[in-house]
RNA sequence: GGGCGUUUAGCUCAGUUGGUAGAGCGUCUCCCUUACAAGGAGAGGGUCGGGGGUUCAAGUCCCUCAACGCCCACCA
C-alpha cells in the first residue's frame, strides 16, 4: 500500500494483528541469559488458571509492559517472565462443580483420578489468559513460561519445605484455625475476611457448685455473656478478671454448665475485660482463638464439641438431642432449651466481626485441628531489615509502613490446606509406628504414607521469582542434589535474579510481595527485587469495586475490540498518578486514547506524505529555522522528563507530557508552521529533515505506552528494521535556545485569532495586521516569521496605523488590526472593559508584593519578574484606553 | 481501637522541592482551510472541604474539625 492509500481513520485491530505478530515471529521478546549486557527482569504476578482477563490484569501487564519495553530499548538485557498459578482452591471448586454436574463426587473418583481430571482441565485452560494478554501487546517471554505446579516450580517447592523443616521454621501442631466449612479445608488469616454484621448477647446462668460440695443449685449461680451459646457443652472454664471485685469470692470455685451438667472452675484471668457483658467469661478453648490462648495459659485441656462440617458432635459432652445438629439450628434449640429451663436470663442485640472465608463467603468455624505451620518471626527480620536500609524500595513509598507494621506483628502462617489440589506436603508417616519422616521422596513408599494435605497456593508464589529461573543449583554452582530441570535453567537464575522490578496491585502485598521478600531472602540471600510498584485498583465510575457479581465489570479485550489496544494502554496509564490513587473507569474515557491514537496516526500520514524527496542525512543544524530549533528543543526537553519520570515511575505524567507535546506542540503548531516551510524552496529539504526527525524520535518515546501504531508508523518511516528493538531516545546537552522567541510568535498569532473571534471576524476575511515593536531585538529574528504566518492566518503585514483600529498586547508590542469593515461597537467596549478590570485587580496584588522589603532582598529573581509583570499590565492598560478612545472616535 | 488515603472548574482528576491554579470530558461561539470533524480556532468556568498557625508569600508545611473510602486488630 502506498503512503498516500492510508487510511484517514487508524484501523487498530488489523495493525495490531499484524504488528504482533511481527513481534512474535521476530522473537524479540526472548531474553538471552548469555547477553553482556546488564539485565532487567520482572516475573508477572502469575494469574490464576481459573481466572479471565480482567481490567485489573490490563492494568498490571500494561505498566509491567511499559516498563519492559523501555529497558529492552534503553539497552538492557530484559526478561519479562510470563505464567500462572495453579490457584488451589479455586480450580478445585470448578472441577469438583463439574463433577456435580455429572453426579459425582471428588470422593467418588478417589485422589488420584481426580488429579487426573485436575490436570485435564488445568493442561486445557493453563495458557488461555495469557493468550488474552497478547491482545494487550504484552511483550513477555512465552518460551520461558511457568506454571506454579510444574517441574522446575513443584522441585523448589519440596526443597523449601525440607529445609525449613530441618532448621526448625516449619513445625506441626494442633491449634486454633480459620476452619471453612464449606471448603472443608484450613485457611490463613490473610484468607479471612470479616464483616460486621448484627447478632445477639445471650446471657447465662451456670449454677455454682455449693462450698462444700453442695449439690446442684445449692450455691447460686454465675452469669456469663456470650455470642456463640452453642459452644457451651466444650466450655472448660469461665474466666472473670483478677481485679474484679463482684467476682473476686467466686475464683476458684466450681461452676457447672447448664444442660449438660459438667463441672468446670472459675479462673481469673486479665484477659477478660470487667466491662463487657457480665465481666464472665465462658473458655472454649477448641472453639475460639483467645480462649484457646486462656486454656493454654491455665492448662486446660479443650474439648472439641463442633465437627468439620460445622455440626455438633455426637460426643458424651453434648447432650443426645444435640447430635448432629448444624451450627446454627444448635445455637436456636440450644437457646430455647435455656430458655425453657431458666438459665438464659437476657439477650441483647450487640454488632460483631464475623469471619468469613474470602473464596466462598461462608462463615468461618474457629476449629482446633492438626496444621502445619511456618514459623514467621525468624523469616521476618530479615525482611524487615531489607526495605528499611533500602535494599528494597516501595513505590509509592507509604506502602513500607504498610508492610512494616504487618511483618513486625507477624503471626505464624498456615500453610496445609485440606485439598487435593496443589503441592502435596512432602511428610511421610510410617504405615504401622506412624513415625514422620519430612523428605523431599518417600523414603519407602511401601511402608510410608505422605501427609495428605496440600500447601497454600501462596507457598509456592512466594518462591515464584527464583523457582521460575533454575533455583536449585546450590551457591557453589555445583551440580550435586540439583535437578536436571534446575541444572538447564540455571544460567537465568544467574542473569536474571534478583529480578529489578515487582508491579502489583495493594491487595496482594501480604499475599505475595511479603512472602516473596522473606523466601528469597532465606533462599537466596538476596532481596528478589528492588523496586515494588504498587498501582491503584480499577474501579467502576461509581468508585465501586468491579466483580462479577455486581455486574460493572469492563472487558478488557471488549474494550479493545471497539477502541484499540494502544488507546486501551494510553487511557489507563494517563490515569496512573504517582499516588497510586485507585483509578474509576468507564467505556467512554477510552475514546481519550482512541482520538490521540487517531491524532498520531493523522500527523504521521501527513508527514510520511510529505517527505518526497528527503534523504537519510541528519538535519543541517546550521539551516535551522525559529520554529525547527523551538521544536527540537521541546523534543529534548521531552525525552528528558520522560527518562527522569521513567526512573521514578511516574508513569501517568509520561502520558501526559507525550500527549501534549505531541497534540498541542508538534501538530497544532510545529507541523502548521512547517507547512509554510515546506512551501519555500530554500527551506523544504531541512524542514523534512525536522520533521522526520521528531516523528521517528516520538515515535521511540510513545512506543513503551502505545507499542502498535508507534511501530507501524515507524516502520514506515524507513529509519530501522523494528521500533522494539530501537533505541531508547537520549537527550542533548546543549540547548537551541528558542522557548522565548518562539512564546512571542505564539502571543503574537494567539492575540491576532482572539480578535478576530471577539470582533468577528471571520478567517476568510483577509486582516491587515500592523506590529508596533517596543525595540529592534524583538523585531530582527521575528518578522520574517510573523510574515510567513500571512498564509495560514490570512493576513497582509504592514503599513500605517489608521484611526480606528483594535489591539492586542504581546510582551510589550502591539498587534493592530485596523477595522474597516463593521464590528459591533458596544459589545467590543464591554470586552475591553473587563479586561481593563482584571488587570486591575491583578496590579493591585501585585503592588502589595513589590513594597515588601523582605520580598525583594529574598527573592530577587522572583521581584524583578513581579516588577516586569507590573510594567507589561500598564503597557496593556494603556493599548487598552488608547483603543477605547479610538473605538470612540 | 490503631493506621492510611481522599476532599481543587459542571463531571473525572493532575499539581515534583512553598512563588497570584492545569488537563480530559462537558458548556458557549466560529470553522467541513486537501494530515485528522475521533478535527481546527477562540471563550467561559475554581475564595483549592471548614477553622487556626508558620512565612514576605500556603492548594503545597504544621495543628484542629468534618465528610467519604480503605487497611489492620477482632472484647466474648
Not at 449439690?215 to 466444650?234: L, Q, V
Not at 504498587?534 to 475490540?561: A, Y
Amino acid at each position: 500500500m502506498s503512503i498516500k492509500d492510508l487510511p484517514t481513520v487508524y484501523d487498530a485491530r488489523a495493525t495490531e494483528e499484524k504488528i504482533y505478530k511481527f513481534w512474535e515471529d521476530g522473537r524479540y521478546f526472548e531474553a538471552d541469559a548469555s547477553s553482556k549486557k546488564p539485565s532487567y527482569s520482572m516475573v508477572i504476578p502469575p494469574p490464576n488458571v481459573t481466572g479471565v482477563l480482567h481490567m485489573g490484569h490490563a492494568l498490571d501487564e500494561t505498566l509491567q509492559d511499559i516498563l519492559a519495553r523501555y529497558y529492552r530499548m534503553a539497552g538492557f538485557e530484559t526478561l519479562w517472565l510470563p505464567g500462572t498459578d495453579h490457584a488451589g482452591i479455586a480450580t478445585q471448586n470448578v472441577v469438583e462443580k463439574q463433577l456435580r454436574e455429572e453426579g459425582l463426587s471428588r470422593c467418588d473418583l478417589g485422589r488420584e483420578k481426580f488429579l487426573e481430571r485436575t490436570w485435564e482441565w488445568t493442561n486445557e485452560h493453563k495458557s488461555a489468559i495469557l493468550d488474552q494478554c497478547k491482545r494487550l501487546g504484552a511483550s513477555f517471554d512465552r518460551t520461558r513460561e511457568r506454571f506454579t505446579l510444574d517441574e522446575g516450580c513443584s522441585e523448589a517447592v519440596k526443597e523449601v519445605f525440607v529445609r525449613l523443616y530441618e532448621k526448625g521454621l516449619i513445625y506441626k501442631g494442633t491449634y486454633i484455625v480459620n476452619w471453612c466449612p464449606r471448603c472443608q479445608s484450613a485457611i490463613s488469616d490473610v484468607e479471612t475476611d470479616y464483616e460486621t454484621k448484627g447478632g445477639h448477647l445471650w446471657e447465662i446462668s451456670y449454677p455454682l457448685k455449693g462450698e462444700n460440695g453442695a449439690s446442684i443449685g445449692g450455691g447460686g449461680a454465675i452469669i456469663i455473656a456470650t455470642t456463640r451459646p452453642e459452644t457451651m457443652f466444650g466450655d472448660v472454664a469461665i474466666a472473670v478478671n483478677p481485679d474484679d471485685f463482684k467476682y473476686k469470692d467466686l475464683i476458684g470455685r466450681t461452676a457447672i454448665i447448664p444442660l449438660s451438667g459438667r463441672e468446670i472452675p472459675i479462673i481469673a484471668d486479665d484477659y477478660v475485660d470487667k466491662n463487657f457483658g457480665t465481666g464472665a467469661l465462658k473458655i472454649t478453648p477448641a472453639h475460639d482463638p483467645n480462649d484457646f490462648e486462656v486454656g493454654k495459659r491455665h492448662n486446660l485441656a479443650p474439648i472439641k464439641i463442633l465437627d468439620e462440617q460445622g455440626r455438633m458432635c455426637a460426643c458424651g459432652e453434648v447432650p443426645p438431642e444435640f447430635h448432629g445438629l448444624d451450627r446454627y439450628e444448635a445455637r436456636k434449640q440450644i437457646v430455647d432449651s435455656l430458655k425453657y429451663k431458666n438459665f438464659l436470663l437476657r439477650i441483647k442485640d450487640h454488632e460483631h466481626n464475623i469471619g468469613q472465608c474470602q473464596r466462598c463467603s461462608t462463615t468461618i468455624e474457629p476449629l482446633l485441628s492438626d496444621q502445619w505451620f511456618v514459623k514467621m518471626e525468624p523469616l521476618a527480620k530479615p525482611a524487615i531489615a531489607a526495605v528499611k536500609d533500602g535494599r528494597i524500595t516501595f513505590v509509592p513509598e507509604r506502602w513500607e509502613k504498610n508492610y512494616l507494621g504487618w511483618m513486625e506483628n507477624i503471626r505464624d502462617w498456615c500453610i496445609s490446606r485440606q485439598l487435593w489440589w496443589g503441592h502435596q506436603i512432602p511428610a511421610y508417616y510410617h504405615n504401622q509406628t506412624g513415625e514422620m519422616v519430612v523428605a523431599k521422596e518417600n523414603p519407602d513408599p511401601q511402608n510410608y504414607t505422605q501427609d495428605s494435605d496440600v500447601l497454600d497456593t501462596w507457598f509456592s508464589s512466594g518462591l515464584w521469582p527464583f523457582s521460575t529461573m533454575g533455583w536449585g543449583v546450590n551457591e557453589k554452582g555445583s551440580p550435586n542434589g540439583a535437578t536436571e530441570w534446575a541444572m538447564k535453567n540455571a544460567p537465568d537464575f544467574k542473569k536474571f535474579y534478583p529480578t529489578t522490578t515487582l508491579v502489583t496491585g495493594f491487595d496482594i502485598i501480604f499475599f505475595w510481595v511479603a512472602r516473596m521478600i522473606t523466601m528469597g531472602l532465606e533462599f537466596t540471600g538476596k532481596a528478589p527485587f528492588s523496586t515494588v510498584y504498587i498501582h491503584g485498583l480499577i474501579r467502576d465510575e461509581k468508585g465501586q469495586k468491579m466483580s462479577k457479581s455486581k455486574g460493572n465489570t469492563l472487558d478488557p479485550v471488549v474494550l479493545i475490540d471497539k477502541y484499540g489496544c494502544d488507546a486501551l494502554r494510553f487511557t489507563l496509564t494517563s490515569l496512573c498518578t504517582y499516588g497510586g490513587q485507585d483509578i474509576k473507569i468507564s467505556d467512554e474515557r477510552f475514546e481519550y486514547g482512541r482520538n490521540f491514537a487517531n491524532k498520531i496516526w493523522n500527523a504521521s500520514r501527513y508527514v510520511l506524505m510529505n517527505l518526497d524527496g528527503v534523504d537519510d542525512k541528519p538535519f543541517d543544524l546550521a539551516a535551522l529555522t525559529l520554529p525547527d530549533k523551538w521544536i527540537l528543543d521541546r523534543l529534548n526537553k521531552t525525552i528528558t522528563t520522560t527518562r527522569k519520570n521513567m526512573d521514578e515511575f511516574r508513569i501517568g505524567e509520561i502520558a501526559h507530557d507525550l500527549y501534549h507535546f505531541f497534540w498541542d506542540d508538534f501538530c497544532d503548531w510545529y507541523i502548521e508552521l512547517a507547512k509554510s516551510q515546506i512551501a519555500e524552496e530554500g527551506l523544504k529539504l531541512n524542514t523534512q529533515r525536522v520533521l522526520k526527525h521528531v516523528l521517528d524520535y516520538t515515535m521511540r518515546l510513545l512506543h513503551p505506552i502505545m507499542p502498535h501504531i508507534t511501530e507501524e508508523i515507524w516502520q514506515l518511516l524507513s529509519v530501522g528494521e523494528a521500533l522494539i528493538a530501537a533505541d531508547f531516545p537520549k537527550s542533548e546537552e546543549k540547548e537551541l535556545d528558542a522557548l522565548a522567541d518562539m512564546e512571542f510568535v505564539f502571543g503574537i498569532v494567539r492575540g491576532l485569532r482572539n480578535l478576530r473571534q471577539s470582533l468577528n471576524i471571520s478567517t476568510s476575511v483577509k486582516l491587515n495586521i500592523i506590529i508596533d515593536y517596543p525595540s529592534a531585538d524583538y523585531f530582527v529574528p521575528l518578522e520574517m516569521y510573523i510574515k510567513r504566518l500571512a498564509k495560514v492566518e490570512n493576513i497582509t503585514y504592514g503599513g500605517k496605523v489608521p484611526k480606528q483600529s483594535a489591539s492586542a498586547v504581546v510582551e510589550g508590542s502591539k498587534i493592530i488590526v485596523p477595522l474597516a469593515g463593521l464590528i459591533d461597537l458596544d459589545a467590543e467596549l464591554a470586552r475591553q472593559h473587563k479586561k481593563l478590570e482584571k488587570l486591575a485587580a491583578e496590579k493591585g496584588s501585585l503592588a502589595g508584593r513589590l513594597n515588601n522589603e523582605s520580598f525583594k532582598s529574598n527573592k530577587p529573581d522572583l521581584w524583578e519578574q513581579t516588577r516586569a509583570r507590573v510594567e507589561e499590565i500598564a503597557l496593556q492598560e494603556n493599548a487598552i484606553d488608547e483603543l477605547i478612545s479610538s473605538l470612540k472616535d
